[in-house]
């Protein structure tokens, strides 16, 4: 594949899962770049993202939540219109009730900690690290420097707390995380945190250098299937209940040619 030739492997969190789930809906998103619409789900969680990382730019004191609600009102007057916010399908009979939502995500948040008590030391931290042949990228979300100097690093959900068996699945992306901030700055964070707003609740991870190790081995691993699927430009569809939802099931050869042959 000749993009893949003449620009490096570059991998995130996100990208690295949507291979992993399916080879072919990587190339539709990240080698074709096809266009997807904005979801609900989706838009709900960049909204509630964008109000946490103002809120958290706020002095401790304002951080309450009057002014998570009126971050959100005021984002939402900003960007309600743009495309790139606005869910496809969100018309105005329904929209009051979709922000409702949003506001009971925030409220939620309210439960499992005060973010007058944080520390933040960084938000929404763009990291990156070359590893082997591929480039480890991303944002984390939220960084916390204690006072003896160890790092915590915060990822919020606004989906459902995953199965137990499906925790482990669940931490990849704070794990890749993990990894960078230890290969780039030197320093193996204290402590994962995945923030779940929906049910609500919060899962924590210690990573240790062993476990560190073990996933980059992995991410090296994965660097070399996506590799091989490039240069052989054989990106496996692999059908699942995830179709059901994906975006390009119109243009997928597992739905399309099986509706062919129907
Ligand atoms: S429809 Fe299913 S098999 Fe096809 S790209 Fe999407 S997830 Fe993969």
Redesign the pocket.
């Known amino acids: 594949m000749e993009l893949m030739e003449e620009t490096r492997l570059q991998l995130s969190p996100s990208s690295a899962t949507s291979f992993k ?5 990587f ?2 998103r990240q080698i074709d770049c096809l266009p997807e619409p904005v979801s609900r789900p989706q838009a709900r969680g960049s909204l509630v993202h964008a109000v946490l990382e103002r809120l958290m730019g706020e002095a401790p004191a304002s951080r309450t939540p009057q002014q998570a609600y009126s971050l959100l009102d005021a984002l939402w007057a900003e960007c309600g219109e743009d495309p790139e916010w606005r869910p496809e399908d969100l018309d105005a009979h329904n929209e009051q009730e979709w922000l409702q939502e949003s506001r009971r995500l925030l409220a939620n948040y309210f439960k499992l900690e005060d973010p007058g008590t944080l520390d933040v030391a960084r938000l929404e931290w763009w990291v990156e690290y070359e590893l082997a042949d591929v480039h480890l990228r991303g944002v984390i979300d939220r960084v916390e420097e204690r006072s003896d100097g160890s790092w915590v690093l915060t990822d919020y959900k606004t989906g459902r707390v995953p199965l137990e068996s499906r925790e482990l699945a669940a931490s990849f992306g704070l794990r890749f995380y993990a990894l960078m901030c230890w290969r780039s700055f030197g320093v193996i964070p204290e402590e994962l945190r995945l923030v779940y707003l929906t049910d609500p609740a919060i899962l924590t991870w210690r990573p240790t250098e062993r476990t560190l190790i073990a996933f980059e081995r992995q991410m090296q691993a994965l660097a070399r299937a996506v590799r091989r699927a490039a240069d052989s430009d054989d990106w496996r ?4 209940p ?3 939802s ?4 119109g ?5 399309t040619e099986a509706e062919a042959e129907a």
């Open positions: 789930s399916c080879p072919q809906m190339k539709f569809a692999r059908p699942s995830l179709c059901m994906c975006p390009f099931q243009q997928c050869p597992a739905w």
